[in-house]
């Protein structure tokens, strides 16, 4: 299985702070490359995916990026509201595998 | 609006099963596969597989293979999980997502495996 190393676990930021969480994979995995946000007691959403590519209703402030096998998600300036779980999903093979998650709070 | 709906929490003794439901709406439900998540403290999120809602195929992680069994209802557009054989391990939260990559997930659904 394609192992999605993610970091870091956790972190705190401070809001309107430049926030970078990244994934590395195991093998090649292209572009295919989603990232969610999960929030507590809700389900996860999906923020990111093609790597690159910000999914519908998702604030501009949020973006994705990649060089080689490292993948970033990038809060560009924090709010109150996007403290939550963040997760990686590969889905280039099967089975595919999340990122263990980064817990982001507010310093 | 795309909307997952699943099924209300279970009880279950270890060696019996569960069916869990996910009733979709807002879209073509057999255009798009219906994924299985499982999730738990320490294992955190872990994809079971998927189902083809139009051909009822199936692709399982081979780690549950044996353990969890995906089906549908074309003609009331909800997807099933059955679980077996439970053990304590199988206590989690269970989500159904829309599509192989999850644009939109249900509010999953909480297994307790408890004697």
């Known amino acids: 299985d394609i192992q999605m190393t993610q970091s870091p676990s956790s972190m705190s930021a401070s809001l309107g702070d430049r926030v970078t969480i990244t994934c590395r994979a195991s093998q090649d995995i292209g572009n295919y490359l989603s990232w969610f946000q999960q929030k507590p007691g809700k389900s996860p959403r999906r923020m990111i995916y093609g790597a690159t590519n910000l999914a519908a209703g998702v604030p501009s402030r949020f973006s994705g990026s990649r060089s080689g096998s490292d993948y970033s998600l990038t809060i560009s300036s924090l709010e109150s509201e996007d403290m939550a779980i963040y997760y990686c999903l590969q889905s280039i093979q099967y089975p595919y595998t999340f990122g263990a998650g980064t817990k982001l709070e507010l310093k | 609006q795309v909307q997952l709906q699943q099924s209300g929490a279970e009880l279950a003794k270890p060696g019996s099963s569960v069916k869990i439901s996910c009733k979709a709406s807002g879209y073509t439900f057999t255009s798009y596969y219906i994924s299985w998540i499982k999730q738990t403290t320490g294992q955190g999120l872990e994809y079971i597989g998927y189902i083809n809602t139009g051909s009822g195929g199936t692709n399982y992680n081979e780690k549950f293979k044996g353990k969890a069994t995906l089906t549908v209802d074309k003609s009331s557009s909800t997807a099933f999980m059955q679980l077996s054989s439970l053990t304590p391990d199988d206590s989690a939260v269970y989500y159904c997502?829309?599509?192989?990559?999850?644009?939109?997930w249900g509010q999953g659904v909480m297994v307790t495996v408890s004697s």
């Open positions: 997502a829309k599509g192989a990559t999850g644009d939109y």
